[in-house]
């Protein structure tokens, strides 16, 4: 299960009624939702947050919180 699939998860969220309020198909949402190759576009995470009534910014922190600068950067 991708990290979007466990956000749907935990919030108890249906396939079929994203699918519904996004337009998202059932079968891409489940790519979405079950394959770790499967790239989530930015339209995509921001209609699921809307039809989740979440922040969208704030769903994008928690899939992608594992996500950090491979390096710091000095910048002088």
Same mark, same amino acid.
């Given at each position: 299960?991708?990290?979007?699939?466990?956000?749907?998860? *935990?919030?108890?969220? +249906? %396939?079929?009624? &994203? $699918?519904? *309020?996004?337009?998202? +198909? %059932?079968?891409? &949402? $489940?790519?979405?939702?079950?394959?770790?190759?499967?790239q989530?576009?930015?339209?995509?995470?921001?209609?699921?947050?809307?039809?989740?009534?979440?922040?969208?910014?704030d769903?994008?922190?928690?899939?992608?919180?594992?996500?950090?600068?491979?390096?710091?950067?000095?910048?002088?």
């Amino acid at each position: 299960m991708t990290e979007l699939g466990h956000y749907l998860s *935990k919030k108890s969220a +249906s %396939k079929a009624e &994203i $699918s519904k *309020k996004t337009g998202i +198909s %059932k079968s891409r &949402i $489940s790519e979405l939702t079950l394959n770790q190759s499967t790239q989530l576009r930015a339209w995509e995470l921001y209609l699921i947050a809307l039809a989740l009534d979440v922040d969208p910014g704030d769903m994008f922190k928690e899939i992608f919180k594992d996500i950090k600068l491979e390096s710091k950067i000095n910048l002088m």
